[in-house]
């Protein structure tokens, strides 16, 4: 072996052991990457859980705002809601820890036993006695009287259009006066309180409508039967007017069919079920409907409040609506039915079962219906010569949403036409559109489904603005201040 060759052999010993410590090297190194990469998925995953957790707290704590402005807890759970953050996350932690914790609560739908609202919505009784006593006066003697006075000279006197419209005038004017001013003045003048302003606006619309169907009925009689010479004209007795005006219809008749006697335990058990519904319409409105939209703070009009608050309302709306049905529509008016002996109580039908709204409107009040489809669809086609149908039904479809509207702005004390939009405006749709010719069971969930809709939007605009009106009074007396919803554009704080 020559000295090249031994140099070279060193020479290629050293580059494998130098490769071989650099191998091992890149291998200590690769493994040591990998323990830091362990490790730095260890402290991500870390992160991870404490950043999850404060994204956590924070959305729950903008989730317990959100409902705390929106709706304004029951008195005994405003303190536990009202603590301080480091309470909530100490009594949150203390749930970890210790597991169920017992507290003395009361249950949200607890009986409610105190009627101070009661007591408020039917305040000054004694004026609505006086003011109701002085319109049935009137009812009773004024319009009958005046119809005998003129049906007893119409066939003598010379000029029987002179004396039609004197007696018209006359009447009209007094009318005017008595059934269309008085309430009016009354309820304004007196400042009665809701349900106390409803009795005496819903018996002025009764008065007036009995007296238009007795009058309307009584009048066509007269001028047909012409009498003999030395004859009285046959005119309605006072007493038959005077049992119209309590049985409960609105169309009048000489004679109804009558029953032969009066049940009394039937009279107490429909009596003592009107006081269950009143009960449980006040027990409604203190639980459902007034922790709701008597928050603590009241923001601007936004479509997110709109639509929680019409969400919260459809529950309380629709078992308002059905509780107004069984109390007035079966209870009430089968309790006069019943006391008067009044034979024919189909007071409603089946609306429940409709699949049109057509149906639902006819069915819903048969009472209303009657009157309106009389007095207001028939006469308008006997006037047309029976033309123009959809006239017809449009006009009383407007007469209806105005009277509506009238009673509940007279009601509650304010302008705010929701009843006549969702009535003249959805209600014609509706109506046109869903026609008895749908008997699909399915457009029978539609008109539910439109019931309860229509019922929340109802209930939570009313009450909207009802508090509205009270915390944010009017700035002047223009009638912009009068018609434009205050609920608007109310802020206030408590």
Not at 154 to 169: D, E, I, R
Not at 227 to 233: D, F, Q
Not at 298 to 311: C, E, G, I, W
Not at 340 to 352: E, G, P, Q, S, T
Request: net charge positive; glycine share 4%; charged share 20%.
């Amino acid at each position: 072996m020559t000295s090249s060759e031994a140099s070279n052999g060193k020479w290629h010993r050293k580059t494998k052991t130098r490769q071989q410590e650099s191998k091992s090297d890149q291998a200590k190194s690769h493994e040591n990457m990998q323990e830091d990469l362990v490790e730095w998925e260890k402290y991500m995953k870390k992160v991870k859980g404490k950043v999850l957790e404060q994204v956590q707290d924070h959305l729950r704590d903008i989730l317990d705002k959100a409902l705390t402005e929106s709706i304004e807890p029951p008195a005994h759970l405003k303190s536990a809601l009202n603590g301080k953050t480091t309470t909530k996350e100490s009594s949150r932690s203390q749930r970890k820890d210790d597991g169920k914790v017992f507290l003395e609560r009361a249950s949200l739908l607890e009986l409610v036993l105190e009627f101070d609202l009661l007591f408020y919505a039917f305040g000054k009784l004694g004026t609505v006695t006086w003011a109701w006593l002085a319109m049935f006066i009137y009812t009773l003697v004024v319009p009958y009287f005046i119809l005998e006075f003129w049906g007893s000279l119409y066939h003598k006197f010379p000029s029987k259009l002179g004396l039609t419209l004197g007696a018209g005038l006359i009447f009209t004017t007094i009318q005017t006066c008595v059934l269309g001013l008085f309430p009016i003045y009354t309820v304004v003048h007196h400042q009665l309180p809701p349900a106390s302003r409803f009795i005496v606006i819903l018996e002025q619309i009764r008065f007036l409508m009995k007296t238009y169907s007795f009058i309307r009925e009584t009048a066509p009689v007269i001028l047909k039967n012409t009498p003999k010479e030395g004859e009285n004209p046959r005119f309605p007795t006072f007493s038959s007017y005077l049992y119209f005006l309590f049985c409960p219809t609105l169309i009048y008749r000489e004679f109804y069919p009558r029953n032969r006697q009066i049940r009394w335990k039937y009279v107490a058990v429909t009596l003592g079920k009107i006081f269950g519904c009143l009960f449980y319409g006040y027990f409604i409105l203190v639980r459902l409907c007034i922790p709701v939209f008597r928050p603590e703070t009241n923001q601007p009009f936004s479509k997110r409040t709109m639509v929680l608050a019409v969400f919260h309302s459809i529950l309380p709306g629709i078992m308002l609506l059905l509780l107004c049905f069984f109390a007035f529509l079966h209870c009430w008016l089968n309790l006069f039915g019943e006391l008067l002996r009044f034979a024919d109580r189909m007071f409603y039908k089946d609306w429940w079962n409709s699949t049109s709204f057509a149906n639902y409107y006819r069915t819903w009040n048969v009472v209303v219906h009657d009157w309106l489809y009389y007095y207001g669809y028939r006469d308008f086609l006997w006037l047309s010569n029976r033309r123009f149908r959809a006239a017809a039904m449009l006009s009383v479809f407007i007469v209806s949403a105005v009277v509506h509207e009238y009673a509940l702005a007279m009601g509650f004390g304010f302008f705010y036409p929701v009843m006549f939009c969702l009535f003249a405006v959805f209600g014609v749709a509706f109506n046109f559109t869903m026609t008895d010719k749908r008997q699909s069971p399915v457009f029978n969930v539609i008109m539910w489904a439109c019931l309860f809709l229509g019922q929340g939007v109802q209930v939570c605009l009313y009450c909207q603005e009802w508090y509205a009106q009270i915390h944010c009074p009017p700035a002047g007396d223009s009638l912009w201040e009068l018609v434009m919803p205050r609920s608007w554009s109310c802020r206030y704080h408590k």
